[in-house]
């Protein structure tokens, strides 16, 4: 399943691409047909995520101009706010959860120079870990490179920025693209996206075209069921809005269960999922059994600042990338290629770099639990 930093920069793409310009939306595979046709015509404002649920404000066409579609913010405190969910009672929100299944593919000439998760000509998205390991070279500066966002992301694309900035969205706006006999969108020309008896939405303007397949949740809300959903999220450690790590500390050390299971739990953080829950654990050195509430409050601000900060490294890309760069090997490891990037996730039976310790793996409800028992205490 997608992690948190992968639908924050699914927000930002869809952002870039199709804030302020008319879009052509309907349902290929029927199931969201209802919805598309509500949203067919209306112009997108800003996407927002909050963990793992993406939220896409949509206006009609007739009002958008008289409405500032980068001012709506979905937030708790103040300064994160700007115009709530509530105050825009004249949008339909478009609100999607991948789950399991769920993928993006976006194309058009918008994407032109954009590679990484979730752009049309990359390996299909998993859960952050596709996309390029390392450059031609091979070496541990190229996959710093990956790390930072510079790598697989065009020089001048906007997508490098974790704050995208985007245009203009009143100052020309394109015409539509069409929809070909064989079902395909044609952009410039060009054709691209076809849909298959998965895809749940298709949506274009002359500019770009996304397809979504497999989702859990595609549907369309109202600003106050978009409130109702973010107050049953916990704090999401890429938005890290003020009060988030105390609200954090507070709802862990209420619990018994092992703070690993608490790491999973959306209620209490939004956004994490096996790979930052494996490796935030595994660099704070906190063991993942141990139950939540006997966990110092230092040591739970420690994880909430280091899943903030990876979490947000990852967003440009959408790839973790997590291991310390210490303990990155020059070369890749034949066997052992996921120590480019992690340090204990899907290295089960192998060394820690950190102490030596076999890293193990068990079950803990119903997910794969990554750790070593050597330095996690």
């Known amino acids: 399943m997608p992690e948190g930093h992968s639908i924050h920069r699914h927000a930002q793409l869809l952002t870039s691409l199709f804030m302020g310009q008319p879009v052509r939306v309907s349902s290929p595979q029927g199931r969201f047909a209802t919805g598309a046709a509500i949203l067919n015509g209306e112009v997108p404002g800003r996407a927002a995520a909050w963990g793992k ?8 066409l007739n009002v958008s101009d008289d409405v500032d579609l980068g001012a709506t913010r979905i937030g708790r405190s103040p300064a994160a706010v700007g115009t709530s969910p509530v105050d825009a009672p004249a949008a339909h929100w478009l609100h999607i959860h991948l789950g399991l299944y769920g993928r993006w593919r976006l194309g058009g000439p918008g994407t032109a120079g954009l590679t990484g998760a979730g752009i049309t000509e990359a390996p299909t998205e998993d859960s952050g870990m596709s996309g390029p390991r390392r450059g031609a070279s091979g070496t541990k500066a190229d996959a710093g490179n990956a790390r930072s966002g510079r790598l697989g992301v065009g020089a001048d694309s906007e ?5 995208l900035s985007v245009a203009d969205p009143a100052a020309n706006r394109p015409k539509f693209g069409s929809i070909n006999r064989d079902n395909t969108t044609d952009l410039e020309g060009s054709k691209l996206l076809t849909p298959t008896p998965t895809t749940r939405m298709l949506m274009y303007s002359e500019r770009a075209a996304a397809m979504l397949t497999g989702p859990t949740r595609c549907e369309v809300i109202s600003p106050a069921e978009v409130a109702e959903a973010v107050a049953k999220l916990g704090p999401d450690p890429v938005r890290n809005e003020p009060g988030d790590r105390e609200r954090f500390i507070e709802a862990a050390r209420k619990r018994r269960v092992p703070v690993g299971q608490i790491v999973m739990d ?3 953080v939004a956004g994490p999922g096996n790979i930052y829950r494996a490796e935030c654990l595994w660099r704070t050195g906190i063991d993942p059994l141990r139950p939540a509430n006997r966990v110092s409050k230092a040591r739970l601000g420690r994880l909430w600042d280091d899943l903030a900060e990876e979490m947000r490294r990852g967003v440009p890309t959408g ?5 310390p760069d210490e303990y990155r090997p020059d070369q890749s490891v034949e066997g052992d290629e996921e120590l480019d990037r992690v340090a204990v996730y899907h290295r089960d039976g192998r060394p820690c770099v950190r102490c030596g310790t076999t890293v193990r793996m068990e079950v803990l409800a119903g997910r794969k639990l990554y ?3 050597g330095c996690q205490r």
């Open 159 to 163: 997508v490098q920025r974790a704050d």
């Open 266 to 268: 959306q209620a209490v």
């Open 319 to 323: 790839i973790a990338t997590t291991i």
């Open 53 to 60: 649920h993406l939220f896409v404000p949509f206006y009609p």
């Open 371 to 373: 750790w070593c028992p």
